[in-house]
T-cell receptor, first 115, second 120 residues
Framework: NAGVTQTPKFRVLKTGQSMTLLCAQDMNHEYMYWYRQDPGMGLRLIHYSVGEGTTAKGEVPDGYNVSRLKKQNFLLGLESAAPSQTSVYFC??????????????FGQGTRLTVV | AQKVTQAQTEISVVEKEDVTLDCVYETRDTTYYLFWYKQPPSGELVFLIRRNSFDEQNEISGRYSWNFQKSTSSFNFTITASQVVDSAVYFCALSEIFTTRDNYGQNFVFGPGTRLSVLP
């Protein structure tokens, strides 16, 4: 009964370091999303993917890269972390059965601090 | 322009009061979906409701009710007889199909959220 799993749950990085956040879903969903949540700003879309091998930019893509080599995994990379990337990161997945539109299922979040 | 507006940043009520959280959205699509999520202090995002643009019936689920009005592009959420456990941040979200030169897909855009505090 895993749903959407994010690893790690917490991380502290030094400015300039790199890291990759992993999102895994076991629901065979086509769409996957990465959001960041900052106080007073809700969830802002960083990148998303409409299927294996495809990615696209969201609202705040700068400083991040993503890859979706397998349908169940969506990776978010920070090549050179900056303090402005201190945030809580959420991954989500969705599907569209019979042309309808389900809710997004979210992971538990990753709290990232860049010092 | 913000696609989903939640004008109320924070609301405080006393337990057992009714409270309405406002959501106003902006879209050019005729087919779209609206959602409400709850984020309790523990941080996870809890799905509450989904509504498509062709279904304007209001919905009631226990103490929760939703009022969808296409004429005013609003999808408001009311909690009746609020309880301390309702204290959370509530997000309204919009999903629409979009096509640009580089992208195609269904986005999922959140409002900034409303922090509800229910006091005992």
């Amino acid at each position: 009964n895993a749903g959407v799993t994010q690893t790690p749950k917490f991380r502290v990085l030094k400015t300039g370091q790199s890291m990759t956040l992993l999102c895994a879903q076991d629901m065979n969903h086509e769409y996957m999303y990465w959001y960041r949540q900052d106080p007073g700003m809700g969830l802002r879309l960083i990148h998303y993917s409409v299927g294996e091998g495809t990615t696209a930019k969201g609202e705040v893509p700068d400083g991040y890269n993503v890859s979706r080599l397998k349908k169940q995994n969506f990776l978010l990379g920070l090549e050179s972390a900056a303090p402005s990337q201190t945030s809580v990161y959420f991954c989500a997945s969705r599907t569209f059965p019979d042309g309808s539109n389900t809710e997004a299922f979210f992971g538990q979040g990753t709290r990232l601090t860049v010092v | 322009a913000q696609k989903v507006t939640q004008a109320q940043t924070e609301i405080s009520v006393v337990e057992k009061e009714d409270v309405t959280l406002d959501c106003v959205y902006e879209t050019r699509d005729t087919t779209y979906y609206l959602f409400w999520y709850k984020q309790p202090p523990s941080g996870e995002l809890v799905f509450l409701i989904r509504r498509n643009s062709f279904d304007e019936q209001n919905e009631i689920s226990g103490r929760y009710s939703w009022n969808f009005q296409k004429s005013t592009s609003s999808f408001n959420f009311t909690i009746t007889a609020s309880q301390v456990v309702d204290s959370a941040v509530y997000f309204c979200a919009l999903s629409e199909i979009f096509t640009t030169r580089d992208n195609y897909g269904q986005n999922f855009v959140f409002g900034p959220g409303t922090r509800l505090s229910v006091l005992p």
